[in-house]
């Protein structure tokens, strides 16, 4: 598991100097380990070794690993295609953040669950910029209507976008469709009542491009656990 520890410790480096280099270094950067598929002993070493933030996309192989966790981390991230019947699993988790929101169905269903227990949960809407049909995510042209429509629920609180960029061995492809989603992002932004501050994009074959066109919240599992299950990673 040493390899583990000198990725995590490589990867800050390199996003440190990422940042320096875009003059984003006083910018705070969410850095969300992927943690899926990997074992509670694995995702215990890799908090042990700097990552605070972890994201599973399975609410039931969240709900095996999370209680059996030894050690304590910042958030816990959702990031995976929710079904509605597993809403209640995954709030009986108390995530921080889920970052998969793409329909108006899903966040009504979402927002009785919560009513239910008087709780309210932080949001982000999944935006498919590629129009991808193996993508889950809201179309690039209905995501305003979207996020505001969303915004209304009480239960609700919209912090920002998410996309998955595409799964392309040259990195570049993803760019245009960050930088598409960063513009949106920022119009929406102008206008929210809210705090709408995080733009969730890149993975670990294309942090360095979505940083350059604005994230702030990067979700990286192989570059920090290993090439498994690579080409399903998000």
Known sequence: MQDIAKNIAT???????ELRRLGR???????????K?????????????????IGENKVQEAMRKLPMLSESYDGFHFIGHL?????????????TLIQS????????????????TNRT??????????????????????????????????TLYVRGLMTIGKLHPDPEVSRPYFRQLKK?????????????????????HDWKIALEEGSNM??????IFGQRDYGDNR
């Open 101 to 116: 929101i793409d329909s108006l169905h899903l966040a009504e269903k979402l927002h009785r669950a919560l009513g239910r």
């Open 11 to 17: 990867l800050k480096e390199e996003i440190a100097l």
């Open 121 to 154: 949960q932080e949001i982000l809407v999944q935006v498919n910029v590629t129009g991808e049909e193996s993508k889950s995510g809201v179309t690039f042209e209905n995501a305003p209507e979207l996020v505001w429509k969303i915004a209304s629920y009480s």
């Open 218 to 223: 990067l979700r990286i599992g192989s570059r």
């Open 25 to 35: 270094e006083d910018e705070e950067i969410t850095l969300v380990g992927v943690t």
């Open 83 to 95: 079904q509605t019947n597993k809403i209640n699993q995954l709030l009986s988790l108390k995530p």
């Open 37 to 53: 598929t990997h074992s509670v002993e694995t995702v215990d070493f890799a908090l042990r070794h700097g990552i605070r933030h």
């Open 184 to 204: 949106l992002f920022d119009e929406i932004k102008k206008e929210f009542p809210g705090d709408f501050d995080f733009l969730s994009m890149g993975m670990s």
